[in-house]
């Protein structure tokens, strides 16, 4: 099981290292986010399953039995997610950079901190930050926020 919240390299870079050094190595994402957009990150990067920890235990039991047994697991959440961003993969759909940038700036972090978070120069932040805006429809960070919270990407 990985979670996606780990400090310096994030879960889903972790899990990205995992596939490319142990590729036959089950993983179960287990996180306290959302299943939208975090489950269909995961599972781009590679992951078996996804499961939000918010869910019943009988759940976890039986995601851990799946994905030992080499099957995928998935919610019917993170089914409804999949789906979605396979319809909405056309103009208008973020790029994982920028839903990762979007998903900093509503937790109130900085550009520059971003920058130093996502190993990118302060220019490549703000410019994931303004063809998400665009993207989005949006103007201004609090937009981005108010966005965010709306499709549960922050607490």
């Known amino acids: 099981m990985l ?11 972790t899990l990205r290292e995992i596939r490319r050094r142990r590729p036959e190595l ?3 994402v287990y996180s306290r986010h959302a299943e939208d ?19 019943p235990p ?8 799946r994905v030992i047994a080499g099957k995928k697991y998935v ?3 993170v089914a409804e997610a999949l789906a979605k961003a396979v319809e909405s ?3 208008g759909a973020l790029s994982r950079r920028e839903s990762q940038v979007v998903h900093a700036i509503a937790q109130g972090q900085t550009v520059s901190a971003i920058a130093g978070q996502m190993s990118l120069s302060v220019k490549s932040v703000s410019t994931y930050r303004s063809r998400a805006l665009k993207k989005l429809g949006l103007n ?12 549960g990407l922050v607490d």
């Open 3 to 13: 979670g996606i919240d780990l400090p310096d390299l994030g879960g889903l870079d």
């Open 26 to 28: 089950p993983v179960l």
């Open 37 to 55: 957009p975090f489950a269909v990150w995961a599972i781009q990067a590679g992951a078996h399953g996804y499961l939000v920890k918010s869910g």
């Open 58 to 65: 009988s759940d976890l039991i039986h995601a851990i039995r």
């Open 75 to 77: 919610t019917p959440g």
């Open 89 to 91: 993969e056309g103009e």
């Open 140 to 151: 201004t960070n609090a937009d981005l926020t108010r966005y965010a919270i709306e499709k």
